[in-house]
Each structure stands twice: as C-alpha cells, then as structure tokens.
C-alpha cells in the first residue's frame, strides 16, 4: 500500500437495518483502527438495487452513530462509483486479465465449470447478447498470514473458479468493488467476518491485477444464532435496539472476548468505548463455538468453519 498509516473499513451492504453480528465486526474494525492510531472509514456496498430497501442506509448510518462508531472522513457510496468499476474492467479486460462470458450457471454446471462457449479463449465477444465479465484467476496455492487466524492457504483454480465482477444484469459485483475501492481508499488492513475467508485468494489476485498489494487480513467468528446459522437478514435476525447502545456494546465486547468490567454494563457509550479502547487485545477474540454464550440467542461460530 502506498501508505504506512493504519486504515481500516467498515463496509455494510445496505439489504437491512445492523444487527448484532454487524456490530461485533463493525466495532472490531474500530477497535483495530483505534489501536494502531489509524483511520476507520465506512463504506456502504449498495451494489444491488434490487435487495436494497430504501430505508436501510439510514438506518444503518443511524446505528453506527448511536452507537458512537463516527468514521474519520465522509462516508462513501458504490452506488455513485460506477465509473471506478468500469475504468478497472476495461484495464483487466485489456490486458487478459478478464473476458466476456456468456454462459449460463447450468451449462458451467453440466461441463464440469468449463465454459461450453469458450469464453475465456475470447469466445464471447461484445456483440453476442447478454452476457457477464468474469476474472480469470491463475493456478495457485495462495498463502498468506491472517491477524487473528495464522497461516492460511486457499488452492484457487483458473477457469473453475473465475468470479464474476459483473453480472450480466448489468450490476458490478463485490469481488471488483471491494476491491477496486479498497486500493482507492488507500486501505491497508481489513478487518471482517469469516463467512467472507474464502473469497480472499480471489481477491488477492485481483489486487495484483490492478496493480496493488493486498492489505492485511483478520476474519473474526461471525454471530451464530440458535440454530447455527450466520445472524442476517435471510436468517430473520433482529435489528440492532438503537435506545440501548451501551448495553449493545457491552455484548459485543464480551463476543469478542474482551471481558469488560461488569459496572460497564449501566455505562455510558463514551465510558465502554473508552474502556474498550485501552483495552483492546486482539489475542482475546475466541476462535471456536462456545466462547460466547447469551449473544441474541447466539453464540460465536468456529472461524475454522
């Protein structure tokens, strides 16, 4: 990164109101940031209309500031940033790094996630239809150091596991996105849940592409409800209760196995942030199930996942 400076992110994307997993990554980010004497910026990933209520944006910006979580510059929309993502697709698409790709999930499905349409040998041109743009990811067993996790090594295959960066709907995806904003915004350590691990090889190579080394990662346990499953909107998880938020935050310290002090509980949300503040240790966050009982009705999943 061409900066030495510590810069983090919190990046929502807008399909619902915050709720208590968001605001354990969210004030993870902030603690990391704060730490390290950094910056911490807020990104909203409004990417698709189409699942975006339009009320949630504001209320997920109300959250944060109840919450006292203020960002250290103004608050950035991709929405308003098309024209970034179109400049870094035709870059990639110039120089080999990406291609046209017309075929549908079903016919990857049915030829072993080959392309039928020879797409990425430039078989898909502008003018056949409607059709995708997918990277076109290089074998490779990526290794990297994770914050929190350790060594990590994630095998991405060419071909079999291109991402799409934009979809044939005409909606630029979140592999290019993040990234491409990522590099803009000169972020140099991204904190965020383990539910997005996985995508991390993909978007390493995406960096490079672009011409940018990756940041540092550090994927804390995603919130868990009773049922096992990730807290979200597709999970019917509870928005975040804006009238208590030093009670909010005293929860999610303890998921992140900060162990506030009990009195912090009937604090004020200046008081726990300022204690969590001087006291943040990122070796506490709990990496298995268990650690973390009483959270919503949830508890931290594994981070090995």
Not at 30 to 57: H, M, N, Q, Y
């Amino acid at each position: 990164m061409a900066t030495s400076r510590y810069r983090g992110r919190f990046a929502p994307s807008p399909t619902g109101p915050l709720h208590f997993g968001s605001l354990v990554t969210a004030l993870a980010s902030w603690l990391e940031a704060k730490s390290a004497r950094g910056d911490w910026l807020v990104r909203i990933e409004d990417l698709d209309p189409l699942r975006e209520p339009p009320e949630a944006t504001g209320q997920i910006l109300h959250s944060l500031e109840c919450h006292g979580l203020f960002p250290d510059e103004p608050v950035r929309f991709q929405s308003r940033r098309h024209h970034a993502y179109q400049r870094a697709i035709a870059t990639l698409l110039a120089h080999g790094k990406a291609y046209r790709c017309r075929c549908s999930r079903k016919q990857l499905k049915d030829n072993n996630g080959h392309h039928p349409n020879q797409c990425r040998q430039g078989g898909t041109r502008p003018g056949d239809g409607p059709h995708a743009v997918r990277f076109a990811l290089e074998d490779e067993a990526s290794h990297w150091q994770d914050d929190l996790l350790g060594p990590q090594t994630q095998r991405v295959q060419a071909e079999l596991d291109d991402p799409v960066i934009l979809r044939k709907e005409g909606f630029y995806a979140y592999q290019l996105a993040v990234v491409v904003d990522d590099i803009d915004q000169g972020i140099t350590h991204v904190v965020r849940g383990s539910d997005l691990l996985d995508m991390t090889a993909q978007q390493q190579q995406i960096f490079r592409a672009l011409g940018a080394e990756p940041p540092h990662w550090l994927h804390i346990p995603v919130i868990v409800n009773e049922q096992g499953q990730k807290l979200s909107k597709q999970t019917h998880a509870p928005a975040l209760d804006d009238d208590h938020p030093a009670r909010n935050l005293f929860l999610a310290l303890q998921a992140l196995g900060q162990q506030p002090v009990p009195t912090l509980a009937q604090a004020t949300v200046e008081e726990v942030l300022s204690w969590a503040e001087a006291h943040w240790q990122r070796s506490a966050i709990p990496l298995t199930s268990g650690q973390a009982h009483g959270i919503t009705g949830g508890t931290l999943s594994p981070s090995d996942r």
